[in-house]
């Protein structure tokens, strides 16, 4: 079966790694991918929001699936595209429709499922321009950190946590008043704080039955001790230590499945991952968010652990014959420490040669904004490669993760040192 996967982060590049050890899968083709996605397929210059081209390129070479790797195609119809054309309506697509990826590209309708289903999560009211007064007001009824969001989507980095009244008010006018993140925020949702430790569980479904995934946790700050701007994603680690069962039963009972259950009632057939974004409140979880699709650098730790043919769990998706499938997790530590570009997340530099990668031994080099140069392998984003390591602790994965972090070379290289020590 020749399979597509749209994307070009690390993301993709760990379901690319994972579905080429398929003896199901002939020809894997990721678009655009990344210098590390063309060592186990062969990347095609087209967006993964072109999809003109994307059915073009379907059709010349015999495409028999598409995983989706990232929201913007989601939430921009990809899958609804494939469904209403005569041609492509039979090739099944990982990941939802555009009326079931509203769970990640608006906020607002996110909360509003999430209230009218009784899935715990935070106190929230949702405010545009013309409501900026109610807005500053409502602020005053809350405790500081205050949590801003744009309902739309701004790169992961739309969600603000100011930690006083006057910051809080400051950036929801910026954000409505002056547009910061564009469009993306011409509705802002404004939520209680809720205190805790985050983690995120990963569920894969047909529409009707699910997988639940291994839990991960990352780390989105930039700076060591949770300091500093958000971004993307600096590290992660799999499975989280105190998501127990009795924990992981508590969210299947009281999320997962009246998730699944609420989108069947809407009429939203859902195809593909759900992402849940959960606090730990004292044993009880709270959802924070929905992502409709993997998280990065989640997925380079969950993705991994899974020992079984993941083709296998796509097809039953496709298909709807998940409830059919079974599938085996490794029972050690997964850890993946983030090597960023000097400057990110704000200004930073491309087109820094990168070396080493002959010198990583015993951890996996997942690549995320990197390219092809001639010879040489050059840096191409602000999140550059994801190195994974395996371990029977979490320490031991983490020290493989960190010895070999230092093997890379590249102009500006920085990463966290601090990744999973506050599940120690």
Do not use: C
């Amino acid at each position: 079966m020749n399979i597509l996967i749209l994307g070009s982060g690390g993301r993709e590049h760990a379901f690319a790694w994972k579905l080429a050890q398929s003896k199901k899968v002939g020809k894997l083709f990721i678009a655009p991918g990344n210098a590390g996605t063309a060592l186990v397929g062969t990347n095609v210059s087209i967006s993964a929001t072109d999809f003109e081209a994307i059915k073009k390129y379907v059709l010349d070479n015999e495409i028999k699936m598409i995983v989706v790797g990232p929201e913007d195609p989601l939430v921009k119809g990809v899958h609804d595209f494939f469904l209403n054309d005569a041609q492509l309506k039979t090739i099944p697509v990982i990941g939802p429709q555009k009326d079931g990826a509203q769970l990640e590209g608006s906020k607002d309708f996110s909360k509003q499922f999430m209230f009218r289903h009784n899935i715990p999560t935070a106190r929230y009211e949702t405010f545009t321009k013309d409501t900026l007064a109610e807005g500053l007001k409502f602020l005053e009824t809350l405790t500081p950190p205050f949590v801003l969001k744009a309902d739309g989507l701004a790169a992961g980095k739309g969600v603000v946590i100011p930690t006083t009244l006057s910051e809080a008010k400051s950036e929801l006018t910026e954000m409505l008043a002056n547009a910061k993140f564009g469009n993306a925020s011409s509705k802002v949702v404004i939520e209680e704080f809720l205190k805790g430790i985050e983690l995120s569980v990963f569920v894969l479904t047909d529409g009707n039955s699910y997988k639940i995934l291994p839990s991960a946790k990352d780390y989105k700050r930039i700076g060591e001790g949770d300091t500093g701007l958000n971004t993307g994603g600096m590290g992660a680690v799999s499975p989280v230590p105190f998501a127990d069962a009795d924990f992981i039963k508590k969210v299947e009972e009281r999320v997962i499945i009246p998730t699944i259950k609420g989108l069947k009632q809407e009429g939203i057939t859902y195809k593909g991952f759900i992402f849940i974004g959960l606090m730990n409140m004292d044993g009880e979880p709270k959802v924070i968010e929905y992502n409709v699709r993997m998280g990065d650098p989640e997925t380079e730790v969950v993705i991994p652990r899974i020992k079984s043919d993941l083709l296998d769990l796509f097809e039953g998706v496709g298909n709807g014959t998940l409830h059919e499938k079974t599938f085996e997790t490794d029972s050690r530590f997964a850890t993946a420490v983030m090597l960023v570009a000097g400057g990110y997340p704000e200004e930073y530099l491309k087109g820094d040669v990168m070396t080493g990668f002959d010198k990583v031994v015993d951890s996996l080099a997942f690549h995320a904004g990197t390219r092809q140069d001639g010879n040489n392998i050059v840096t191409n984003g602000g999140r550059v490669l994801a190195i994974t390591s395996f371990g029977d602790t979490m320490e031991e994965a983490l020290k493989k993760s960190f010895a070999n972090a230092e093997q890379i070379q590249y102009k500006g290289k920085y990463y966290r040192r601090d990744i999973g020590n506050d599940l120690k």
